[in-house]
């Protein structure tokens, strides 16, 4: 198919309202998409939402092997969940390895962040009924409730739908559950890059909440099976949280009997200079969802799950899919980790990130434009007066061939190619300051 035919093709038998050009997935090399259609390059600032580790075609997924090994996983789509094979194994191995934390015994894998997210939601539920007595399969447990945070993404699923609260037409006018939503204390950065005042106020006001959730007397007092958060919050304004913040949340979670959930789906997988964001703040949690850049999407989760003797890992079928996750994306996921390792892509990773939060910092200064520049690694954000200032700057990036994304109410985000050179990242700086300056000129 001719690439001018693709997009009005697609508006045939589906909506289309993403980017108005064709990726040419052999043309595309490393921090540059290929447009089929017009021959222009663009600069990629947003990695397919985080998804894309190594950018494309990076020369180490080119190894004969590695393609012996995926052509064979893509011709034969088998239920990994019950059929096993030495693809899978080599995957698991090296997931085990390389992004595994220790002390972390139990996996399930899944194809879907949300779905990932939702599994580790009936884990806890499942530990919490069990762990209250209730270990008949016809027992009501509706009672049980997972405490979340304002601002929050969790994805889209029946269950996550209930703990998303980021913009309405997401999850509006679809039936969702009653669960305790508290404060989320985000903090800002002043120029320097030093925590700003203000979140002490917050952090008083989500701990509230939380007593008043674990309350002697209330509804929730010993019904909540988990405490969910993303260590930082992405769709919802890339916000961060002290370290002191989560390692309160890890106090609540062992005195009153509930799970600690880390949604890392967008934030982990060595995105941020190491395999996970929580391992910055040293505050371990009991269950952890992925996806995204691993690939496979699923989650971890420590011996705390040992608790209960028949918990869903130990149990057959109590979370399962027919796929469990997809073999393609797990002889995909090994490469990608073998390449970062071997490429030591943490280290450059923490090395760029930090030379364009240091460049934005000094635009932030010099324009004007934008405050509240914060980031570690791939996952950098800025913040606006003014959401329409925001989406002006975003348009102006895009049409000057640099994609990169808004989120929250009025920041902008990059999710840096882990292969980002130090030249490109100057090209993605130098693309912000010409776009402010033509805004200033408008």
């Not at 043309?27 to 947003?46: C, N, P, Q, T, V």
């Not at 609260?165 to 009653?178: A, E, M, Q, R």
């Not at 799950?305 to 797990?330: A, K, P, Q």
Request: hydrophobic letters at 40%; proline letters at 4%; a negative charge.
């Amino acid at each position: 198919m001719q690439a001018q035919r693709v997009l009005d093709e697609l508006a045939r038998h589906q909506l289309v309202d993403g980017y108005p050009l064709v990726v040419d997935l052999e043309k595309s090399e490393g921090s540059w998409i290929h447009d089929a259609a017009s021959g222009e390059r663009y600069l990629d600032g947003f990695t397919c939402f985080a998804s894309m580790p190594l950018g494309y075609n990076h020369p180490g997924m080119r190894e004969p092997e590695f393609l012996k090994s995926l052509t064979n996983a893509a011709l034969c789509n088998v239920s990994n969940a019950d059929l096993y094979s030495r693809e899978m194994a080599q995957f698991v191995d090296t997931f085990a390895t390389h992004a595994t934390p220790e002390g972390y015994c139990h996996h399930f894998w899944i194809a879907g962040g949300g779905l990932a997210v939702a599994n580790a939601m009936k884990a806890a539920f499942d530990w919490k009924a069990r762990l209250l007595g209730r270990n008949n399969f016809e027992d009501d447990v509706n009672d049980l409730v997972i405490v979340h945070f304002k601002q929050a993404f969790h994805g889209r699923t029946g269950y996550t739908m209930s703990v998303t609260n980021t913009i309405p037409d997401k999850v509006g006018l679809f039936p969702k559950f009653n669960w305790p939503r508290i404060t989320n204390p985000a903090i800002e950065f002043d120029a320097d890059g030093n925590m700003m005042p203000g979140f002490e106020t917050t952090e008083a006001q989500a701990i509230a909440e939380l007593d008043a959730v674990f309350a002697e007397g209330s509804p929730t007092q010993n019904k909540v099976a988990a405490i969910l958060i993303e260590p930082m919050q992405g769709e919802g304004g890339d916000n961060h949280f002290r370290t002191e913040f989560l390692a309160k949340l890890r106090e609540y979670a062992d005195k009153h009997q509930c799970l600690l959930i880390f949604d890392e789906v967008q934030t982990g997988f060595f995105g941020s200079g190491k395999p996970w964001l929580w391992q910055h703040h040293g505050v371990a949690p009991d269950v952890v969802a992925f996806g995204k850049k691993a690939q496979v999407c699923g989650i971890y989760a420590n011996g705390r799950m040992d608790e209960i003797e028949h918990n869903v890992f130990r149990r057959s079928s109590r979370i399962n899919s027919t796929w469990g996750g997809n073999l393609v994306d797990m002889v995909r996921s090994r490469r990608y980790m073998e390449l970062i390792v071997e490429d030591g892509l943490c280290d450059h990773i923490l090395d760029i990130g930090q030379h364009v939060i240091d460049g934005m910092r000094s635009l932030a200064k010099s324009t004007g434009a934008f405050h509240n520049v914060r980031g570690v690694g791939s996952l950098i954000a800025v913040t606006f007066e003014h959401a329409e200032a925001r989406d002006s700057l975003v348009r102006d990036m895009f049409n000057h061939k640099v994609i990169v994304l808004p989120c929250g109410e009025r920041s902008m985000r990059f999710r840096l190619p882990l292969v980002m050179t130090r030249e490109e990242s100057d090209k993605l700086l130098n693309a912000v300051e010409a776009s402010t300056q033509r805004m200033a000129a408008v």
